[in-house]
């Protein structure tokens, strides 16, 4: 199973950068980024295919705003998110896909999760 240690979540003014970081231990084709706001449903933000790195999903309304970004020599994705906006505020969650069978956007298709990071985003 693949361990994942997230950093970097923080409160940010309306307009702000933050960038979160995510250090994994085994193997993965495909790491992933989520966010679950109080009272919704996890949902996806950004996965990157570990061996290909042009292999990239966003959600809609996270595009042209955030990068995901994988460095192969020290195991880490990177959630670079800019013009944040309240709507953003959430725990966001790296996960980790070992088998590579599903759909990025299905929570089932991720084999692990990490503790997640708070980013709250105020207006």
């Known amino acids: 199973q693949v361990q994942l240690v997230e950093s970097g979540g923080g409160s940010v003014q309306t307009g702000g950068s933050l960038r979160l970081s995510c250090q994994f231990s085994?193997?993965?084709?495909?790491m992933g980024w989520f966010r679950q706001a109080p009272g919704k449903e996890r949902e996806g933000v950004a996965s990157?295919?570990?061996?290909?790195?042009?292999?990239?999903q966003y959600a809609d309304s996270v595009n042209g705003r955030f990068t995901i970004s994988h460095d192969n020599a020290h195991n880490t994705v990177y959630l670079q998110m800019d013009r944040l906006k309240p709507e953003d505020t959430g725990m966001y969650y790296c996960?980790?896909?070992?088998?590579?069978?599903?759909?990025?956007?299905?929570?089932?298709?991720?084999?692990?999760w990490g503790q997640g990071t708070q980013v709250t985003v105020s207006s």
């Open positions: 996960a980790a896909d070992t088998s590579y069978s599903g759909v990025w956007t299905a929570l089932t298709s991720w084999s692990s």
């Open positions: 085994g193997k993965a084709y495909r």
């Open positions: 990157i295919h570990t061996m290909r790195p042009r292999e990239i």
